[in-house]
């Protein structure tokens, strides 16, 4: 039986990795699982899968995890030390989906096991990319993108020679607001945001799909995984998200990875690499799809990949800082205190401020440091709200 852990089960991704590993209960062996504010969903899936430890990352909802556990052995916790403690339970497969940096501390941990990271939080990567990478190699992790464009590369990847690659094309919906003029964008409301026209994720990434704010984090991701110089990462527009991503070699030859919109075939791939096993995603039926399009993104209207590409010349600590600001920012549009397009404004000015310089283009040393320069860009930012 293969130990596993998934941190965030209780969200999008943890679901859909749910319904993947419930079609092959006897195959796993679930050892810790931790959620937030839905009690009711942790305990049920600690109880179907007979977890060793649920841990809530709410203090205040412990007592009733206790009380929804009751009755069985299931260890439980809460807060973030014991997400990070559980964290170090050795498993042969991790699962990081816990949303924002929020995630760090798991990731880190589940790069010490020497067996797979599955990683859906993008953010790790963003914030501390070289401190995680490294991790993975001291320990002999395999890490494995869940993010579906990095999962669609790395297979667009098998069994190619890193030296021959030329380009790294990671394919954009253009979320909601796609064909809005900057104008238009300015009065959208998060409920509107939140609707993405192809893929079902949760509340935050699919407002950072309406702003291209999670195609930036993933230009950001893209460079730390493939090691590749920013110039060669382009971003293309592709509505009917049948295109994952692509990979172009120095041939000119261009390897592009399908299927359907479903996160259940990047979750699929990375439970199973590196063979591959069925999968319940819907087949592809090209005579229906009719066509595919590409298009150039706006940088204009949709700012956050400049910003993206900035934080990248910069290094260092500028994705933690890029990612705080921008955390900070969501949290104030979805609390409706600033609007769409001050979010990019936000970040803009958090990425450049003087007082984060010295921090910002220091190398990355320890996760001490990120959370650091993360915790002073969110003050920077909420302090202008
Ligand atoms: P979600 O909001 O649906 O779920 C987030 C999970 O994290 C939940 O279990 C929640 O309880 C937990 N959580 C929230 N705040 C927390 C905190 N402060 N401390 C600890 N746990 C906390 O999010 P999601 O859409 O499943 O995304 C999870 C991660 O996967 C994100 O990093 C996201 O960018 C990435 N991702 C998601 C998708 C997708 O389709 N949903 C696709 C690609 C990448
Ligand atoms: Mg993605």
New binding site residues.
């Given amino acids: 039986m293969r130990k596993i852990s998934i941190?965030?089960?209780?969200?999008?991704?943890?679901?859909?990795t749910f319904d993947l590993i419930r079609r092959d209960k006897a195959a796993y062996d679930v050892v810790a699982l931790?959620?937030?504010?839905?009690i009711a969903l942790?305990a049920a899936q600690a109880k179907e899968f007979n977890a060793e430890i649920a841990i809530?990352?709410?203090p205040e909802r412990l007592d009733d995890l206790r009380d929804a556990l009751s009755g069985t052995s299931i260890e439980v916790a809460a807060g973030?030390d014991a997400?990070a403690e559980a964290a170090e339970r050795k498993v042969d497969w991790g699962m990081?989906?816990?949303?924002?940096a929020?995630?760090l501390r798991?990731s880190m941990a589940l790069a010490r096991h020497g067996g797979i990271l599955a990683l859906?939080?993008?953010?790790?990567m963003v914030c501390a990319g070289d401190l995680l990478l490294a991790e993975c190699a001291a320990h002999g992790t395999k890490m494995l993108p869940?993010?579906?464009e990095h999962s669609a590369l790395f297979q667009a990847m098998n069994g190619e020679d890193a030296k021959t690659l030329r380009r790294l094309i990671l394919t954009a919906t253009g979320g909601p607001f796609k064909d809005f003029t900057t104008e238009q964008m300015r009065g959208v409301t998060p409920e509107q945001a939140v609707k993405h026209p192809k893929?079902?994720?949760?509340?935050?990434?699919?407002i950072?799909s309406a702003s291209m704010f999670?195609k930036a984090?993933e230009v950001i991701e893209a460079k730390y995984i493939f090691a590749c110089k920013p110039s060669q990462i382009e971003v293309v527009v592709h509505p009917e998200a049948i295109v994952h991503s692509m990979v172009e070699y120095v041939d000119h030859t261009i390897i592009a990875h399908m299927g359907s919109p479903d996160?259940r075939g990047?979750i699929g791939y990375a439970l199973h690499w590196p063979s591959r096993a069925p999968n319940p995603i819907k087949p592809l039926d090209f005579a229906t799809l009719g066509s595919l399009s590409f298009a150039s993104p706006d940088e204009a209207r949709f700012p956050a990949l400049r910003l993206a590409r900035e934080t990248l010349s910069m290094g260092g600590h500028a994705g933690a800082i890029f990612n705080a600001a921008k955390e900070a920012a969501l949290d104030a549009f979805i609390a409706k205190k600033i609007g769409f397009l001050d979010m990019a404004d936000m970040v803009e000015k958090t990425l450049y401020h003087p007082q984060l310089e010295s921090i910002r283009d220091e190398n990355q040393s320890s996760i001490a440091h990120v959370l650091a320069a993360d915790a002073q860009a969110r003050a920077l930012v909420n302090a202008q709200i």
């Fill in positions: 941190f965030g089960a209780t969200g999008s991704i943890g679901s859909n931790s959620g937030a504010g839905n942790l809530t990352a709410l973030a997400i990081s989906a816990i949303v924002g929020a995630g798991a859906a939080n993008k953010e790790s869940v993010d579906s893929w079902n994720m949760g509340q935050r990434i699919s950072d999670n984090l996160m990047a």
